[in-house]
């Protein structure tokens, strides 16, 4: 009776081990097949575009419209600089303006003035060398100083012209800088140049900014990811090739996608400070190449994604 037991628990055991050893053949079997099959890396991000708003004018700040995290359209305000003084440069622009084209219509009145003066003496001059060539009713002094008039009265009726064009380039000045003073007023209203979440914002009412200061960042809807793999696997990848995306922050949702390029060249060329081979000694380390991923989606339809996040992706090379 005891060996017939034995028997038949050694005959379980026996069992359980073969359905185990087949079951982890199953297992180990897609394994391998998967892994011939796609090519996968946990160095890989979510990327962004990130559009840093900056100052354009010095100025003392007197409003901010916006929160952190805000979701803006182009062309919402963001905020606004203290506009009175550039309110100012743009009224003595103007009046600049209006100064410039009175010396315009002053010049052309002058310009009138001495062609009639010109022609009078034009002229006289033709009158009096008549007299002289018929009979000799005038002197030739009078000749002399008839064309002298002529003469002097020509130069003046060019100098008037050139007076009219030197005028007419001061309204051209005149007019630009009103244009830069009315571009300088409206670059007192901060707008956004995309629409996008706002993000880093580094400014409050009453602080004084100065041109070229970082305000905010505005982070657009649209996101890709960038997935650094290893040289030895970009062996069958190539663009177009499908891409399932798992994202850390939704662990229960997959994503699907695509490759939209690789790049030319492994991150560590393009570092700050790139590795050189050539000198000291060499150790052989395997590159990574940055391979672009577009969602075949928009995931920011059901779920938030944003640039830095950690994802997996399996890239389908066979």
């Known amino acids: 009776m005891n ?29 391998l097949f998967f892994a011939m099959a796609h090519e996968t890396t946990d160095d890989a991000f979510i990327q962004g575009h990130i559009v840093s708003v900056s100052a354009r004018l010095d100025g003392h700040v007197t409003g901010v419209y916006v929160k952190d995290n805000q979701w803006v359209e182009k062309g919402d305000s963001l905020a606004e600089i203290d506009p009175n003084d550039f309110k100012v440069s743009a009224d003595l622009a103007a009046a600049q303006v209006a100064m410039a084209e ?14 009639v003066e010109a022609k009078r003496a034009e002229k006289d001059y033709n009158r009096y060398r008549k007299l002289f060539d ?23 009726l060019e100098a ?33 140049p995309q629409s996008g979440r ?15 200061q970082p305000l905010l960042m505005i982070v657009p ?16 990848m190539k663009v177009g090739q499908p891409v399932k ?21 492994t991150g560590a060329v393009f570092s700050l400070l790139p590795a050189e081979n050539a000198t000291g000694n060499y150790i052989k380390v395997v590159q990574r ?12 339809e059901t779920k938030m994604l944003s640039p830095g996040m950690s994802v997996l992706p399996e890239v389908k090379v066979k």
């Open 3 to 31: 060996i017939k037991k034995l028997s038949k628990g050694r005959l379980t055991i026996t069992v359980v081990i073969i359905v185990l050893a087949i079951l982890v053949g199953i297992v180990g079997l897609r394994y």
């Open 102 to 115: 009175a010396d315009v219509e002053r010049s052309l009145a002058q310009v009138g003035q001495a062609a």
């Open 134 to 156: 018929a009979n000799g009713g005038v002197t030739e002094q009078q000749i002399d100083n008839t064309a002298a008039a002529a003469q002097s009265a020509a130069v003046m």
């Open 160 to 192: 008037a012209n050139k007076e009219v064009n030197a005028a007419r380039a001061r309204v051209v000045q005149a007019k630009a800088a009103y244009n830069q003073a009315q571009l300088n007023l409206s670059y007192t209203k901060i707008c956004a």
């Open 198 to 212: 706002v993000t880093n914002k580094a400014v409050e009412a009453g602080e004084y900014i100065r041109t070229g």
């Open 221 to 236: 809807r649209e996101v890709w990811v960038v997935a650094n793999f290893k040289e030895t696997q970009l062996k069958n």
């Open 245 to 265: 995306i798992k994202v850390d922050a939704y662990p229960h949702r997959k994503f699907t996608g695509h490759i939209d390029s690789i790049q030319s060249g």
């Open 289 to 300: 190449v940055p391979v672009k991923i577009v969602f075949d989606e928009d995931p920011n």
